[in-house]
């Protein structure tokens, strides 16, 4: 059995400012200058727009990518530094970073341990699902194709934030008066600290959650204002619900595939969920920059603090261990997309047709 201690990965957990900077101007930047293109542009002609929103998306995905780099802190050297720029870059994409990357940092402790960690989609067990009506294993699908993640990107990002702030502070604000009720004093603060709220884990995660809703908001107002609501929300949709779609896809094909390492928590280990949970996506060169590298993802998870700008050179070092890694391109998605159970009994991910003959040979065995 592979350990940690086989790869070589030390030399690689060496961030630096300067290429974090720069990487920071390189897609900040040029995204900026896009969406100053796009707004010039479209009084000439709208057919000048697609290739501007092409790479809008692009860019938008970078953000992103360098955004999970900053909640790893192995962008930039300092912790603070990488505190402030994932919050601007969250800011770009409207999604609270702070909270993403604690739920994220959970996938990473977890990856391929499918009793405590159900992959991008909250996926059910062969039993789970079993246990569902017709109509409800049919929805269960339908949810989970991959074209649910166009909706389900725009709503991730625009609504979701949005939604839980607002049930958040509803919460709040009927934790008060329940307190005030019974005899309380009015100290914000200190009762912020000590409510325990189903929607955020920690006052941290709040603060970062309000910041993130009043920035976001506050630039959809002003930007609607200067360049109208119909093309501000029109472009930004697009831009958002592309970027979001595939990020979403890369998210899926680099767990959810025939053969990934899918075990209970008995006997479950955290290296053969990097190496066997995770896959080796191929990308063409243009993607693995807007990406960040993160199709090295098997590297990604054995150390997360190796920087996306060391992650390929590592990945050479040690490909000698890495033989048994399932490589994947993003044409393979669809292919991957019908894996959406997990078989607790012989710990792998099964698809829904071959459960189903699996159930149905069962039964005809008992019948004779």
Request: proline letters at 3%; charged letters at 15%.
């Amino acid at each position: 059995m592979l350990r940690k201690a086989n790869f070589v990965l030390t030399p690689y957990i060496n961030s630096s400012n300067l290429r974090a900077t720069y990487q920071i101007l390189n897609t900040v930047v040029p995204y900026v200058l896009l969406w100053i293109l796009a707004i010039q542009a479209q009084s000439i002609s709208l057919w000048l727009l697609p290739p501007i929103i092409v790479l809008l998306v692009l860019f938008s995905l970078r953000c992103f990518s360098l955004m999970h780099d900053c909640g790893h802190n192995s962008l930039f050297r300092s912790k603070s530094a990488n505190r402030i720029i994932g919050f601007l870059l969250g800011v770009i994409n409207a999604i609270p970073q702070y909270g993403w990357s604690r739920d994220h940092a959970y996938h990473h402790k977890t990856n391929g341990d499918w009793e405590r960690y159900r992959g991008v989609a909250d996926f059910l067990s062969t039993e789970e699902f079993s246990q569902l009506d017709p109509f409800h294993q049919r929805l269960y699908e339908v949810l989970r194709h991959p074209l649910m993640a166009i909706p389900g990107g725009f709503f991730y990002l625009v609504i979701k934030p949005r939604l839980i702030l607002s049930l958040g502070v509803y919460d709040f604000i009927h934790h008060i008066f329940t307190d005030l009720k019974q005899g309380s004093e009015l100290k914000l603060a200190p009762m912020l600290s000590a409510h325990q709220s189903k929607y955020w884990q920690s006052s941290a995660e709040f603060w970062d959650l309000l910041l993130n809703n009043i920035f976001v908001v506050s630039s959809w107002i002003i930007l609607s204002s200067l360049w109208g609501f119909e093309l501000f929300w029109s472009l930004y949709s697009m831009v958002i619900i592309c970027s979001a779609t595939i990020f979403i896809w890369i998210f899926f094909v680099q767990h959810i595939f025939e053969g990934a390492y899918a075990h209970k928590t008995e006997g479950w280990d955290y290296i053969s969920g990097a190496v066997k949970g995770s896959s080796y996506l191929k990308l063409p060169a243009i993607l693995r920059w807007f990406s960040a590298d993160i199709g090295y993802h098997n590297i990604h998870h054995l150390s997360e603090r190796i920087p996306n700008y060391h992650l390929a050179a590592c990945h050479r070092e040690n490909s000698h261990l890495l033989s048994d890694v399932k490589i994947l391109r993003m044409t393979d998605l669809f292919d991957c997309a019908q894996f959406i159970l997990w078989d607790a009994d012989s710990n792998r991910l099964v698809s829904i047709a071959s459960f189903r003959q699996a159930a149905e040979a069962r039964a005809t065995a008992l019948a004779k």
